[in-house]
């Protein structure tokens, strides 16, 4: 992000500014880089982290310095890293590489968000909230729900929308009109209400994105007017259920 604020006329610094002020974008972890969390040595992981955030507060402000940390794609966690991230003030984190069994075993007994502890921390001095992605990666097919094949067909930068190709299980996403906002509609909230049942709360988060996403301006309008078309439908005609645009705070 610095690298791409350096080279904005001051114009665009402001738009940006403006969708950090609504509240529209936020900085999530917001290191200098992402670090092996699982073998680096802490002082390796507090200075980058500490070079990042005085960035963020020397050139947007200090209310824009990160509360919450996105860590989805470290292979491996140490159980430092809540102590890191308290130091720095954070209030909680999102994880998702966790063996898949430990994932299960969580799920079953809806413990997927929990307080993390040290080890040796006995008063939980440290603890740090928690929130584990479920399923098996951070992409679209994988976050909607349980199922991928249904997940995939709400990936609205795939064929034949865009380049992200086709879904490995042959159902293409479809345009949201209102010949097909209900069915398609039910369809994902089956999958939303699928996933909220292995937590605890009453509100589910559903990542939209993956890795080299949101290149484009296409790909960012086709996944934004699909999906405000079925947020719409399910906000005034199910009881009970709202779903809105989000960030990670």
Not at 34 to 61: C, F, K, V
Not at 78 to 88: K, R
Not at 175 to 199: G, M, P, S, W
Request: hydrophobic share 35%; proline share 5%; aromatic share 16%.
């Amino acid at each position: 992000f610095s690298w791409w604020w350096e080279k904005q006329a001051e114009d665009m610094r402001q738009r940006a500014l403006r969708l950090l002020e609504n509240r529209q974008f936020e900085f999530v972890t917001g290191g200098w880089v992402m670090p092996d969390e699982a073998n680096s040595h802490i002082y390796a992981l507090e200075i980058q982290l500490q070079e990042g955030h005085t960035w963020i507060r020397e050139n947007l402000g200090a209310q824009y310095v990160p509360k919450y940390g996105w860590s989805i794609d470290p292979i491996g966690y140490s159980a430092t890293m809540p102590y890191v991230l308290h130091n720095f003030n954070f209030s909680a984190i999102l994880i998702q590489r966790v063996h898949y069994a430990v994932k299960k075993e969580l799920a079953k007994h809806k413990n997927l968000e929990f307080y993390w502890r040290q080890t040796w921390d006995e008063k939980g001095e440290y603890d740090m909230f928690t929130h584990l992605m479920p399923f098996y990666s951070y992409d679209v097919p994988h976050t909607c729900g349980p199922d991928p094949a249904v997940c995939c067909q709400f990936d609205y930068a795939r064929y034949p929308f865009g380049k992200a190709g086709k879904c490995p299980w042959h159902k293409d996403p479809v345009e949201i009109n209102e010949n097909t906002v209900k069915d398609r509609a039910l369809l994902l909230l089956d999958q939303y209400l699928r996933k909220a049942a292995l937590y605890r709360g009453n509100a589910v988060m559903v990542q939209l994105g993956d890795d080299f996403r949101y290149q484009l301006p296409k790909e960012a309008e086709d996944q934004f007017v699909n999906y405000q078309k079925i947020m719409d439908y399910v906000n005034e005609n199910i009881p009970g259920v709202t779903i809105r645009f989000a960030t990670l705070r």
